[in-house]
């Protein structure tokens, strides 16, 4: 059995999830700020293709970044690569439908925060800096660790937009999905079946994880309660 | 050590407006919730902005619309203890604190100013806990240190003892006392608790609706509230509008009465107030300030009788001011039953001329 697409699968996830990791996490930080007003406008667009079919972002992706694509042609042009049909296409696809995931979930952390720990912070002369990686972050931590596993998990099960940009290489741009959807046409059950249990094994441990951290999450801190990170009491 | 403070703010149907100025003493800032107390708090820490006005804290400007002036919460070196005391919960006392001391202050003797305000606020053996493993006072304690460890040139306490049960309240409060007594500056101690601020405070800043009373001593909010909103809240339960009929001779529309009162009757005077603790039942039914009344309701306090009356005069399907609240020790209550007919005199000493 080749273990391309599994090794493929988990290159373009991690590296997607890296990029969504910190474009959401900007992304939740400044739009929490914006009026009411914009933010509901680019609310409604950065989450967009989360609803949209993967095939019309893979469709608008082509557009953009295909050889004849604006993007594209200037990047062939100028640095003399295609953007499509290699298995870092997949990235961008990925990217995108795997962004909305992390935004919505590191926003719904952000506004759960409570608000009174920042002012507190600048009161005491703290500065913003300070406060966002040291009181405001570790205290969102749950939320933006869930929104990461979940952004991972969706672009590692990304089909629609990423067989549209990368098409389906054996050994160059196979993914997992893009190969059990090949082996069903080929009509190769059995390896299809591999390639399904391998994939039910990672989104089992996937959600496993998920619930454990939402379960952290919405535990109440009591009095004397044990500290989970250093056993202190 | 001074603090002024003259803003209006307009929050759709809320407009605060609030004006007053404090030495180095506890004001208290007196108000029912929603009032604009913590709104109050908040513009003075910087974290909300003003529509327009001055702040000034110790002959420095923290905020002045006119010049353009508007510090950052950080630069206003004001302390703020919030009602839940915002510590920071993934960090430890220690690290609470000494987050001030090398960052803001940046100290040398971190350490040994960090050990000094352990001592101070008996929160030594404490160090190495989370926020979360600590009681309701021992937060106070850490919050309040971490306040003082900024060297605040004022400091604004929102409703410290207002999360907590009765027992608890008690401790806090003893303890809060104790520690605003070796605060030499300025306190803003906001509260809608009358009793916690007349125990607590030295001056008074009733607030109601967003609007600032003037500011007077907290015993003369309690002996000679001089507006309605102020009697409201210095606990007073029992008021009539009202007609002058002589210098000193009032007739209480609510009550269909014509009342005597110690003082001049002022030109502004709209309302009358009566404690419900100041009237008492009387045997003869008529006579100089004697109100006879229809017993509506008797109720059973801790340490004594409630009894709501109406007053014969009052004007039929009156309102709520017509009824009287009356509160006499269980003994004297005793045979008064509901329907009953008493009366009962109001001393002209005891009656309080507020204006609108």
Redesign the interface.
Known sequence: MDWFPLYNSLRVASISTFITFFLGIFAAHYIAKTPRLLKGVLDVILTLPMVLPPTVVGFFLLKTIGPLGPVGSWVLEHWGFKMTMTWYSAIFATTIVTFPLMYRTVRGAFESFDTTLLYSGQTLGLSNTFLFWRVIMPNCKQGILAGTVLAFARALGEYGATTMVTGYIPGRTATISTTVYQLWREGNDALAYKWVFVNLAISFVVLVTVNMLENRYTRPKGRGQQNSLTGEV | MTILVDIKKNLGNFKLNVQFEARDEILALLGASGCGKSMTL?CI???VKPDEGVIVVNGSTLFDSKKGINL?????????L?Q?Y?L????TVEENIM??LT???KAKDAPARFRSLCERFYITGLE?H?P????GGQQQRV?LA??M??DPSIIMLDEPLSALDSYLRWQLELELIQMLEDFPATTLYVSHNRDEVFRICDRVCAMSAGHAEKVCSTEELFEKPSSLAAAFLSGCKNYSRIETRGQDVVFAKDWGIELLCAERVPANAAYIGVRAHFIAPVRAGEGQNIVPCRVLRVMQDVFSTIIMLLPQGAAPGGNDYAKIRMEIPKEEAKGIREGDTVSVKIQPRDIMLLKR
């Not at chain 2, 630069?75 to 703020?80: A, E, F, P, S, Y």
């Not at chain 2, 920071?88 to 960090?91: S, V």
């Not at chain 2, 979360?132 to 009681?135: D, I, P, T």
Request: hydrophobic share 45%; no cysteine; net charge positive.
């Open positions: 908040k820490a910087g974290i950052t919460p950080q630069k206003r070196n004001v302390g703020l919030f839940n915002a920071f919960p993934n960090m987050a001030v960052r803001v202050k190495r989370y979360a493993q600590l009681s919050a971490r306040i460890a900024s």
